[in-house]
């Protein structure tokens, strides 16, 4: 049974739930799912309801139209999803295959809830992975002298198969300003540390040679600042001092793994609200 | 500024959310918290709203009047606190120091948001611990002869000082039938064990023996069936082939003492809403 | 550079740590891991011991000649490995791909140190997953009637095929008590659980019936008593009211894969020592 | 029953286990506990050895005579302790009583295995904390002017009471660099952050302002370069979106303590050893 998402922030003020309740079920439709957030501090107000479709007297080509009244006067920020229409996601890869595997196996067993038309590539190393799961796999090597053909080239694939977002598995190039301006909150990458403890490339090794008795993984929105943007989840694990950098490689593929796949779902699902360099997630 | 809280659950209909929001928006409420939960399974609906009494127009003494309204012909199982009635707990203790010492020193901190008006002990050990912080200590001894006895002295002073919850911390004894009848989801025990492994008694001997590699501890309402109350939070440690049992009692100190806080601090806060043996925690 | 590894427990005397470091010295080894404990309740010494080869001068032919005369004096039990003889593995399956995968993934990006000369399964489900990494796959239907000469199929194929360790990778089949008296510690299994809570099936159902806050893995080596064998390796996650049972499910499989594969990856590295139902992992 | 432990690191060499193995057996020691390390990258061994001195015939007066001709030619660093030589701690507290208290009541409880001479503050406001539990409070206001004159006091007072370890149980201070090269290794911080994120003052504001999932702490010897100490031992819980800035406050506080209590246990039992701004824990 499809149901209707309303994602919504703005500035808190009286009546904002009952707004959007009265709505609903003014005409015919049914909550499944209600969360609401006020950041006191800031003063912001964030929402996200999830109806029934069955009784729903307003068309879906209509409801933009019904919704915008609601916004306009309340300055509501917001976007409309259903939950059949799925969301299609491109991965971005390199040499290491532990996140592409694990996307494409939660893929093949139903619990990504979204559609992988495409992989995009810098190097010929996961070809035969991606094979193996039938995903057309397109080969772009990115060099400093060819990069801006390189990510034209990416977006025009992006645009040809209708992608909504890109995920960063693992893909060790950093995306131009163009992009991360023209994909806001629509890359998602996983970072091999526990952000921001240790940005930037090689953060086992520096987790190792600080010491540290826990790392982490973190995947975040991309920004123009690297390593930089909202944090969506983060997880850790325990290490001690017989861990070699290479034990905490190994174990450290299992945080990413795990993390990203977290991320990509709640954002897949529409659970993650991004302002102010933050997050939001509704899970 | 104080808040009102109302807690509902109810079979799950169209137009709870809405007709809820609508009674605090009309009479000059801002909802500070909404927090919502369906139990699909069980077609059950559970709410906990907050709303600021500032412009309120309803007086605390008519507002249940208007809550019945709004609840009857939704069969509505509803409660109404104010965020400024502190709550009165009870503390149940025994030889064991280190929850009453937490539970102490977070009261004193205000970190607890209750007021702490006696301890009932049935043995004289931590008087001391008691006098410390200045909290009346009664000493009601328990032995399988005169339980019934106690257990009528217990009762009178909770009445007498108008106790709302009674914490068990680390009190050794088994409530009667009588008590946990009379004061459901009021009595919060802490188990040492992650329940359902290893209830009963000396749970850290068990779990050394059986030679898990995790252990937990356990916060729940107190029922008449033997730590098969509803749970509201639970934790866990690792632990090696290294830890003996008397490590294993050590560390699942640290265990006890903040799940037990956390659960103590959510339900003060009517955040915990418990219903078929399980609890929904809005936490 | 290979090494030797000698794993041994005993009856606690002293002299043993100079025992075993004086014979492996005097013959011209390097120790390189030496790991030992003291179950002082039991009286039980367990070690484990890895030294260079590069200038030991007992052939590893002899080595066990040598070994016997160290161990019968002090009633040792021990066993003897080389780092550069890899283990070999059979995998157990059923129709669930997640385990499966994960552990093919891992054997391809060399984490695993073992090879893995076949799958075995009693479903047909799950040999595209097989084929796509060249894993040879037999299927052998089990069912109440066929179970002996089920059984004794599959262990004609561990013996073709020099099996070591059987890995049940959420196999959803029981193993008769002949393969487990026959196979002592040398069966990995991964139940869906923290055992011992939810011991048998369906353990999700009934953690979410429950209520728990926290749902747990657990890999074991496999007795004649259903999921009461010695403990390897467990670890959780939290969970709140608002997870389905298919959540718990979903969720439930992160657990399972890495649970079992840290299980199988310590225990290929001669890393466990199981004894009293119970064991030391040296990780 | 008394044991000494003997903790030694030095360049990695063949023949490091069998001779300190050898010496204690062959003078009457039984070994109750032993734990070594090698750091293959840095070459440097590390050991920790725990025997039993009840059939030990060498004096605790000449013990250091015998190690020293163990130690020399293998260029070992070493230190030895006994186990009924009980560590005495001076506790450097300012405004916030958690750490304080968390500390005191294990104290009493018998967890830490050490004496508590003396609390020194630069606050009076924990006084009546001290006094509770009977422990000498002294107030040394610090202010940028008398700065040396207050430390000069300080460390009058350390050597009064010769006080073997300082613990900075939120001790809002920065130390100067001459005590911190005075007492290397001798001084334990607990830094409410998981570092390297965070240092410095107000890391809470900072996780909270940067959207963090998991906030941590982190317990490290002072050394000249502030929070940059050879890091004990971190913890972290999650968080989300939901919480404040004084909620990351109040659930940080259950992680300093138990974070701060775990590295001053190990350190009285002398299972630290810190080097290259780095530690081994033998926990």
């Known amino acids: 049974m499809p149901t209707a998402i309303l994602l919504i922030h703005c500035p808190d003020q009286p009546g904002l ?49 019904f919704i915008r009244a609601l916004a306009e006067p309340r300055r509501m920020t917001w976007s409309l999803h259903f939950s059949d229409e799925r969301h299609r996601l491109a991965l971005f890869v390199s040499k290491d295959a532990h996140c592409l595997y694990d996307l494409l196996s939660r893929h093949e067993a139903g619990e990504l809830d979204a559609d992988i038309p495409l992989i995009i590539a810098n190097h010929d190393a996961l070809r035969p992975a991606a094979e193996r799961f039938n995903i057309p796999f397109h080969l772009i090597p990115v060099t400093p002298e060819n990069k801006p053909q390189a990510e034209a080239q990416q977006l025009a694939l992006l645009e040809e198969h209708k992608v909504e977002t890109v995920v960063l598995a693992r893909y060790m190039q950093i995306l131009s300003n163009d992009i991360c301006a023209a994909w806001p909150n629509r890359v998602i990458n996983i970072h091999h540390s526990f952000l921001p403890a240790f940005p930037g490339a090689k953060p086992y090794h520096s987790a190792h040679r600080r010491g540290v008795k826990i790392i982490g993984a973190t995947s975040h929105y991309v920004t123009a600042e690297l390593d930089e943007g909202p944090i969506i989840e983060q997880d850790v694990i325990r290490v001690t001092h017989k861990q070699t950098v290479q034990d905490l490689v190994r174990q450290g593929r299992d945080l990413e793994k795990v993390v990203l796949s977290r991320a990509v779902r709640w954002h897949v699902q529409r659970k993650v609200l991004a302002y102010n360099n933050k997050t939001v997630v509704f899970a």
């Not at 609903?24 to 479709?53: C, K």
């Open 17 to 65: 739930v009952r707004a959007v309740a009265s709505f609903i079920a003014e005409n015919g439709g049914n909550i499944v799912h209600f969360d609401q957030h006020v950041d006191s501090q800031e003063g912001i107000f964030f929402m996200r309801a999830e109806w029934d479709l069955a009784n729903f007297v307003i068309s879906r080509e209509d409801l933009p139209v």
